[in-house]
């Protein structure tokens, strides 16, 4: 038995006027998707947990069948395991984004621009990182440099809860004063935040950036706060070989605290400017392999949903259906039995630019018990099958009985 999942992280959305009133999964051309759904089971899942934050962190690590109550111990100690840093018991580590703020004198003034410092690529934000690292890395603070935007800082004995930290993708064009790191042992935090400003706003990469038209990464942004995490073994649990495919940090890093194999493909970026076919072609050679779980996370439609690009986001989902997921299942048919699940982790919706916790659709496709399903997958043949799974963590296993 071979199961797939195809994680579209996103992908969910609600009606919207720059659409004609309808949501991208609607007006999205994907065949593959409606074909499953034709012969599959459709419903709503709660992938987010109630009390907790609407992250691709808790929402992935409940489709993958891990109760977030009980593993959960922050969003950046899953990226760091990624980067490879050997996180201490007693280390604190924070998701740090390269961001764009606006030139206000003020720190406080100023407004969050972009919450991804213009989509800098890799190599200029090592060198941007690094240079942080060797201006304001401690004994006690150490910078780490990731992928694109999304970089580490560890906090040798720091306090596990700090304070208030707001994800820079939450305050899109807003003035950051009200969203600044707030709590009783916040403030070496912020200062190192203002510290990075005025390094980073004349460093050569920036200006060279400016000279191409492009946004400077003139800043860091602090977020995503924890501990090392504890997961238990996927194999473990499900007795099942399982692979992740993904361009991220956070999935790359709950695969190898899941002691998953994490699978790197060349041009995965997490944008829509992905390598949507090396994805296809990595998840068909993983099951060649002999693996018999593949999990294939793509960004794009998130990404899309916070910068509000209606018809970007659109399009993303048309080649997700026909670069990845046609593809992988005509393959998945030369064996005799499989199932596929596609769902989003959380949506994204255009009106708000971030994401929601509201209950997200899933499709579950079984080669060996067809089913007469619905026409066309979406949010509303989604809710009108009254199929309903309100603890999140419990999909996987009924995805996997089947």
């Known amino acids: 038995m071979k199961y797939f999942v195809m994680l579209c992280d996103g992908m969910a959305d609600e009606p ?15 065949p593959n998707m409606d074909a499953l759904a034709q012969k599959g089971e459709v419903g709503c899942v709660k992938t987010v947990q109630e009390g907790m934050k609407p992250g691709s962190d808790v929402a992935n690590l409940a489709v993958l069948g891990y109760n977030a109550y009980d593993c959960y111990t922050g969003r950046s100690p899953l990226e760091a395991a990624s980067i490879g840093i050997d996180l201490k018991d007693t280390d604190v580590t924070l998701r740090c984004n390269l961001v764009t703020l606006s030139d206000e004198e003020n720190y ?11 989509d800098i690529s890799t190599p200029e934000a090592k060198i941007l990182v690094e240079y942080l690292q060797e201006n304001l890395g401690s ?8 992928v ?18 707001t994800p820079p993708h939450d305050i899109p064009n807003k003035v950051v004063r009200e969203y600044i790191p707030k709590g009783e042992d916040t403030a070496k935090l912020y200062e190192l935040m203002k510290k990075s400003y005025e390094l980073l706003k004349d460093h050569p990469v920036n200006k060279k950036r400016i000279e191409e038209g492009k946004r400077p990464a003139n800043s ?18 499900t007795g099942l070989k399982g692979s992740m ?4 940090d956070l999935l790359k890093g709950i695969a190898i605290c899941a002691e998953m194999k994490s699978v790197d493909v060349d041009g995965a970026t997490g944008y829509i400017d992905t390598n949507f076919e090396g994805k296809c072609k990595a998840a068909i050679d993983e099951f060649k392999y002999g693996q018999d779980f593949v999990y294939i996370h793509v960004e794009a439609p998130d990404e899309c949903g916070h910068r509000g690009e209606a018809q970007n986001k659109v399009k993303a989902i048309e080649l997700i259906d026909e670069k990845i997921l046609g593809p992988v299942v005509d393959f998945l048919k030369s064996y005799d039995d499989f199932a596929v699940l596609v769902c989003p982790d959380h949506p994204t919706p255009l ?4 994401h929601s916790s509201t209950p997200v659709p899933y499709l579950i496709y079984d080669s060996k018990n067809e089913k007469n399903g619905v026409s ?6 989604a809710k009108s099958t009254g199929n309903y799974i309100e603890k999140g963590y419990t999909l996987m296993d009924y995805f996997l009985s089947k």
């Open 139 to 146: 004994d006690e603070f150490k910078f780490y440099p990731g």
């Open 245 to 248: 495919i993904s361009a991220v």
């Open 220 to 237: 860091c942004w602090f977020w995503g706060e924890g501990t090392k995490p504890q997961l238990e073994s996927f194999m473990k649990k």
């Open 16 to 30: 919207n006027e720059v659409l004609d009133g309808k949501t991208p999964m609607t007006l999205a051309k994907k």
């Open 108 to 118: 406080e003034d100023k407004t969050m621009v972009d919450y991804c410092g213009g």
């Open 351 to 354: 009106s708000i630019q971030t």
């Open 376 to 381: 066309t997958f979406n949010e509303e043949t």
């Open 148 to 165: 694109a935007y999304r970089h580490c800082l560890v906090w040798d004995n720091g306090n596990p809860h700090p304070g208030e930290f």
